[in-house]
């Protein structure tokens, strides 16, 4: 059966924006900066759009941010048009939306995964004897999200490796708590990402198991930015504005290490060591289609997906 997002929630949604219109964000008149409202969670992908805010690098491309953090992104895609304009996501929430038949596209990358710089983990604990992937079976996994590119590359390494996913039961932790939970033992292992990885690694007992994403293709991005189609086919100028200043801030991010990490901490809240040991992620504005592709595999082969999507309008923007 298909994995599907829950995206009854985003009703629950709509009222954290309502300071903000109903129609499309993105409008200019009178010289007044286009808008955009955009919803992201405390992942370090979204350090950009943090630091543009921060730094006015969306005011010196005309555009004014209104930001709301969603920690649970896999509600986003169905207030897309209504309360946001702009959302982080992942391709598997992409994907799954699109069979629903919520018409979103991906409008910029966030992140790319190399084998250098991993941004998804496994990792277990040696007092819960995890210190292989395959010794997942019967144990408690905790997951940020059920739905997520890390829940579903974990599957299909875990398959890959001769394990029933089915054998391996899931609790959905948030990030901010992942290294408590882990380190009380009610959970055996945790799937993360960054900046999380860091705070849960900071413990000895913690043990890095690999990166689930690179289990997949060498390279791939697992994080991303969409927007509705239409607001995109409309809005094509802002949005590669939206990019290049987001290029910019990678830039400032690179050049200005300790300020990007200030901005890091404000809005994922984490303690200073874990901000100080973090390991920023590749940053990217592409829009890679190629993989949609292996993430669309990877929901059929392990996840059991069915159905037609077409991948095409998924990265409309690409051209």
Same mark, same amino acid.
């Given at each position: 059966?298909?994995?599907?997002?829950?995206?009854?929630?985003?009703?629950?949604l709509?009222?954290?924006?309502?300071?903000?219109?109903?129609?499309?964000?993105?409008?200019s008149?009178?010289?007044?900066?286009?808008?955009?409202?955009?919803?992201?969670?405390?992942?370090?992908?979204?350090?950009?759009?943090?630091?543009?805010?921060?730094?006015?690098?969306?005011?010196?491309?005309?555009l004014?941010?209104?930001?709301?953090?969603?920690?649970?992104?896999?509600?986003?895609?169905g207030?897309?048009?209504?309360?946001?304009d702009?959302?982080?996501?992942?391709?598997?929430?992409?994907i799954a939306?699109?069979?629903?038949?919520?018409?979103?596209?991906?409008?910029?990358?966030?992140?790319?995964?190399?084998?250098?710089?991993p941004?998804?983990f496994?990792?277990?604990?040696?007092?819960?004897?995890?210190?292989?992937?395959?010794?997942?079976?019967?144990?408690?996994?905790?997951?940020?999200?059920?739905?997520?590119?890390?829940?579903?590359?974990?599957?299909?390494?875990?398959k890959?490796?001769?394990?029933?996913? /089915?054998?391996?039961? #899931?609790?959905?932790? &948030?990030?901010? @708590? +992942?290294?408590?939970?882990?380190? =009380?033992?009610?959970?055996? $292992?945790?799937?993360?990402?960054?900046?999380?990885?860091?705070?849960?690694?900071?413990?000895?007992?913690?043990?890095?198991?690999?990166?689930p994403?690179?289990?997949?293709?060498?390279?791939?991005? /697992?994080?991303?930015? #969409?927007?509705?189609? &239409?607001?995109? @086919? +409309?809005?094509?100028?802002v949005? =590669?504005?939206?990019?290049? $200043?987001?290029?910019?801030?990678?830039?400032?991010?690179?050049?200005?290490?300790?300020?990007?990490r200030?901005?890091?901490k404000?809005?994922?809240?984490?303690?200073?060591?874990?901000?100080k040991? /973090?390991?920023?992620?590749?940053?990217?504005?592409?829009?890679?289609? +190629?993989?949609?592709?292996?993430?669309?595999?990877?929901m059929?082969?392990?996840d059991?997906?069915?159905?037609?999507?077409?991948?095409?309008?998924?990265?409309?923007?690409?051209?």
């Open positions: 059966m298909a994995t599907i997002p829950k995206l009854a929630a985003v009703a629950a709509l009222v954290l924006a309502s300071g903000c219109g109903a129609g499309a964000g993105a409008n008149g009178d010289g007044d900066p286009r808008t955009l409202r955009i919803a992201h969670n405390s992942n370090a992908a979204a350090l950009p759009v943090q630091v543009a805010m921060a730094e006015g690098i969306f005011a010196k491309h005309d004014k941010v209104e930001y709301t953090k969603v920690e649970n992104i896999g509600t986003l895609p207030t897309l048009g209504r309360s946001f702009i959302a982080l996501s992942v391709p598997t929430t992409v939306a699109a069979q629903q038949g919520i018409p979103v596209t991906q409008v910029s990358g966030a992140t790319l995964d190399v084998e250098d710089n941004t998804g496994v990792i277990g604990s040696k007092s819960s004897g995890i210190t292989d992937i395959t010794q997942l079976e019967g144990k408690t996994l905790g997951v940020l999200t059920e739905t997520g590119t890390t829940h579903i590359a974990t599957k299909a390494w875990l890959k490796e001769g394990v029933d996913p /089915a054998s391996v039961k #899931i609790v959905q932790v &948030d990030g901010p @708590a +992942q290294a408590d939970q882990l380190a =009380a033992g009610r959970i055996d $292992a945790v799937e993360t990402v960054m900046p999380f990885a860091t705070n849960i690694l900071g413990d000895p007992n913690a043990v890095n198991l690999g990166d994403y690179l289990e997949l293709a060498p390279e791939l991005s /697992a994080i991303l930015w #969409i927007a509705k189609q &239409d607001f995109a @086919a +409309q809005n094509a100028d949005l =590669a504005d939206f990019r290049a $200043a987001l290029d910019e801030a990678a830039r400032f991010i690179t050049d200005n290490d300790a300020e990007a200030t901005v890091l404000e809005y994922t809240g984490l303690p200073d060591p874990a901000i040991a /973090a390991k920023l992620p590749t940053y990217t504005t592409e829009i890679r289609p +190629q993989d949609m592709e292996v993430w669309l595999r990877a059929k082969d392990a059991g997906f069915t159905g037609d999507v077409d991948l095409d309008k998924l990265v409309a923007s690409a051209g």
